[in-house]
């Protein structure tokens, strides 16, 4: 045999060779998952743990932070609490290790610990969260307070847990400012998001309705009948001092700030009827933005300031429109049912909530800006009303009444997870505006 | 200047049109086969092998994945869900005021856990002692298992994918995670393959992974040493 042919040989005898070596683990299987078992966070959060309670403060202190700090992340919505008799693993104070098995083992995603530490006048509250599943510590933070205001540490906890998980804060700092109704007198009041802290805003002996915040969260504008018809006020939260930005002729009713809080809009009726106007705070100037026989009302913006949604029964029944910031390029967006209105426009940007009358009772709906993906919410035998979008945009307010039970609710985006925030039947409650992140 | 060139070929012979193309088609097949060596062969573009892709989207496969035959025997008693068994256990140590009976409960307690684990250590070393024979290689894998293997494996992890749909984007995204399980089940590589782009999607399908493992022994089949799979995470029904 020739020279050459023995190394083409041996060559070929190379290659076929690794290639039958590197075929033993050559086969690959590719699997498609298009959606996920859970959709809330298995999270295990243990009780604070302190080395030394001074005998002036609660033994229960830790405990009653850690309480707060479960019921602070059960109202996102997003995280699924574990039962702490399910734990394997205690904490005792100083432990430092943590056995990530044991933790997943009873089915934890995310895992919180941590201690308390008493000083003369404050505590300081250390807490880690960390990933069980892969080992990780994603964060060791220390929190300082005050040891009668525990909820507002927890609070800082919670926020930094979110933080981490979904890179945003929540809607912790938030408030929600919704009117209650008494015979023939109405005022607004807001609330904590946690459903504490009831604080009155307006006490106008009169009608007054539809709150909004600015979106720089100093101010809130509000319609009022106080001078016998509607006029729009505009309140300081800061100062706590109103003024009257609109009293015109026929009807003056309160729409949406803009997203740089220089601008509000309005719904007017004295240009024969009611039509929508923008109007620059800083220099008074008015714009009228549509200009139809028909009733245009409740305008709202989107989260970009480009464009506005609002309703109209141009088209012979209440439904919901978009046109640009500027009036133009109007366009319908909602054709199921025969009375859709109270549009509010998501943060996120993509969605807007509205309601809908369907089978005799209003319901929230949400709808793509462009009209498509309409996705009803709420299917329960009451009137869904009012729906007002968290600053996350993953959960919306909205007030509801059953035979006569009032109710401002929060629920998912997607309708899950419905809680009632406030409960009453006299007097009523209705018409909840959630307020942006406040400081 | 060029017969002289021919003259030194290393193949010798007087210039052989012939030999000069096998030499060429040698070096070359050769150069190819020594790329696949160095380069881990999970990567999709450079396997040699048979590609699969098992799509199971339809009702059939959510069925419990005890009812495949081929499944059975990799379905052990130790990889059912404990918690349900860990909570049962620490009720012993509820409403018991007297503190020395506290003790004993929690002493209860510490070794029903300890019992546990050992029973969970033993009974992963049975999976991996026992059910993978130390036999030769099976050289080409049962395309019936694979599939098999792979609606287990996609109903564990799917079952342990936790993503609230808040955290979607509004495009859809595809995260691709490559992983590579051993004979005995263990997750021996898990990489990215592709990322979605979204770095709480992606820790989303990560976590799912790591916390199915391990998985059932290959039992035999397969290539003997391992299986690389590629699971492909899909946001298109979240939304």
Known sequence: ?439 | MTSRMSQKNPFGGPGNPYNMFFASLAMHVILLAAIMISVPGSTRQLTFGPSYTVALVGPEVIASPQNLPALRDMMHPALSDRPVILKRDTHLSTKVPIVKQDDSGRQDIEKAIASLRQKDAASMDRDSTNKFPSGPPTPSPDQAKINDYSRFIWNKIKKNWVLPPSLMPKENITAIIEVRIGANGALEHVAFEKKSGNRYFDESALRAVTKSAPFPPLSGWGTGRSIDIGIRFHSAELR
């Open chain 1, 1 to 439: 045999m020739k020279q050459s042919h023995r190394w083409f040989l041996f060559f070929l005898s190379a290659c076929l060779f690794f290639c039958g070596v590197n075929r033993d683990s050559a086969a690959k299987v590719y699997i498609d998952i298009d959606a996920p078992g859970f959709q809330q966070f298995p999270i295990a959060v243990c009780d604070l743990q302190a080395k030394k309670i001074p005998p002036d403060r609660s033994a229960e202190l830790p405990s009653t932070l850690s309480d707060h700090i479960r019921s602070l992340l059960t109202l996102t919505g997003l995280f699924h609490l574990l039962d702490p008799k399910s734990f394997l693993e205690g904490v005792e104070p100083g432990t430092q290790t943590v056995r990530f098995s044991d933790w997943t083992m009873i089915g934890a995603d995310f895992l919180v610990r941590g201690g308390v530490v008493f000083g003369v006048r404050d505590l300081t509250v250390d807490c880690q969260l960390y990933d069980v599943s892969r080992g990780l510590l994603l964060f060791n933070k220390s929190y300082a307070g005050s040891p009668d205001d525990v909820k507002t540490l927890a609070r800082a906890v919670v926020t930094d847990i979110l933080l981490a998980l979904t890179g945003d804060e929540g809607d912790f700092n938030t408030k929600i400012a919704f009117v209650m109704k008494k015979q023939n007198h109405s005022d607004i009041f807001t609330i904590n998001y946690d459903g504490t802290d009831l604080k009155p805003v307006t006490s106008h002996q009169s009608i007054v309705v539809a709150p909004r915040w600015s979106p720089d969260g100093q101010y809130m504008a509000f319609t009022s009948y106080r001078a016998g018809r509607p006029e729009v006020y505009l309140y300081s939260l800061k100062t706590g001092k109103e003024k009257k930005i609109a009293a015109f002729k026929g009807l003056n009713l309160c729409g949406a700030f803009s997203p740089d809080s220089k601008k509000l809009l309005l719904t007017l009726s004295k240009d024969d009827n009611e039509e929508i106007y923008v109007l620059d705070l800083d220099s008074q100037q008015l714009s009228r933005l549509t200009h139809n026989s028909a009733i245009d009302v409740s305008p709202t913006w989107s989260p970009d300031g480009k464009k506005i949604a609002f309703v109209s029964n141009r088209s012979g029944s209440p439904q919901i429109f978009v046109m640009d910031a500027d009036g133009g390029n109007v366009k319908r967006i909602t054709f199921e049912g025969n009375y859709n209105t109270s549009p509010s426009w998501s943060p996120r940007g993509n969605r807007i909530a509205y309601e809908g009358l369907i089978n005799h009772r209003y319901q929230i709906f949400t709808v793509d800006e462009d009209g498509g993906n309409l996705l009803q919410l709420t299917f329960d035998n009451a009137d869904n009303e009012y729906p007002s979008w968290s600053p996350s945009g993953r959960q919306i307010v909205f007030s509801s009444k059953q035979e006569t039970a009032h109710r401002i609710s929060i629920m998912n985006f997607n309708g899950l997870n419905v809680r009632v925030l406030k409960e009453s039947k006299v007097p009523a409650v209705m018409m909840p505006a959630w307020s942006p992140r406040l400081k």
